[in-house]
T-cell receptor, first 113, second 113 residues
Framework: KQEVTQIPAALSVPEGENLVLNCSFT??????LQWFRQDPGKGLTSLLL?????REQTSGRLNASLDKSSGRSTLYIAASQPGDSATYLC????????????FGDGTTLTVKP | KAGVTQTPRYLIKTRGQQVTLSCSPI?????VSWYQQTPGQGLQFLFE???????NKGNFPGRFSGRQFSNSRSEMNVSTLELGDSALYLC????????????FGPGTRLTVL
């Protein structure tokens, strides 16, 4: 059974700092990994999708890496801003599980002005 | 292109009642997945529909059911509501049923009294 873990559960940083969020998964036979952002009481916004054949993806100040063999992914946020405050979730999809993503519990990020 | 829409956004029901939630995927997307999000259990997969057929199912009791229409819109039904069914219900759409990037709607907040 695929399990996804995110560490830390919560993170508070001053504005302008660079930070790294971690995601680990137990079954390395993933098809892809997706990072999401969720604001309180809202739906999920897709940030980055990494296919299993890729090592990283970048979008603006965000960079996500994937190491399948070790079962790890990181989300790097550069020059953090108060507007980055949200919960960040990672989710993996297996080759064999159509339409199903397995999620971690998320990291709640607070960026202080 | 319009995103995923879910109706209603908020619902209050009492124990024993039943409820139907609706999800309209992004135009052209044919796969719809449903998730339940609670503070204690996080995001859990309910089921996935593609071309009006349920392709995948999570570990939820039979009180949770769904269907998909020919225009890819999907409904989820919960019968005999319990207090523990209070949650944010999210649907996600993808182009196809195989592992693919998922796009989420804003969710339906269900409160069971």
């Amino acid at each position: 059974k695929q399990e996804v873990t995110q560490i830390p559960a919560a993170l508070s940083v001053p504005e302008g700092e660079n930070l790294v969020l971690n995601c680990s998964f137990t079954d390395s036979a993933i098809y892809n990994l997706q990072w999401f952002r969720q604001d309180p009481g809202k739906g999920l916004t897709s940030l980055l999708l990494i296919q299993s054949s890729q090592r990283e993806q970048t979008s603006g100040r965000l960079n996500a890496s994937l190491d399948k063999s070790s079962g790890r992914s990181t989300l790097y946020i550069a020059a953090s801003q108060p507007g980055d405050s949200a919960t960040y979730l990672c989710a993996v999809q297996l080759n064999t599980n159509a339409g199903k993503s397995t999620f971690g519990d998320g990291t709640t990020l607070t960026v202080k002005p | 292109k319009a995103g995923v829409t879910q109706t209603p956004r908020y619902l209050i029901k009492t124990r024993g009642q039943q409820v139907t939630l609706s999800c309209s995927p992004i135009s052209g997307h044919r796969s719809v997945s449903w998730y339940q999000q609670t503070p204690g259990q996080g995001l859990q997969f309910l089921f996935e529909y593609f071309s009006e057929t349920q392709r995948n199912k999570g570990n939820f009791p039979g009180r949770f059911s769904g269907r998909q229409f020919s225009n890819s819109r999907s409904e989820m039904n919960v019968s005999t509501l319990e207090l523990g069914d209070s949650a944010l219900y999210l649907c996600a759409s993808s182009l196809v049923s195989s592992p693919n990037e998922q796009f989420f709607g804003p969710g339906t907040r269900l409160t069971v009294l």
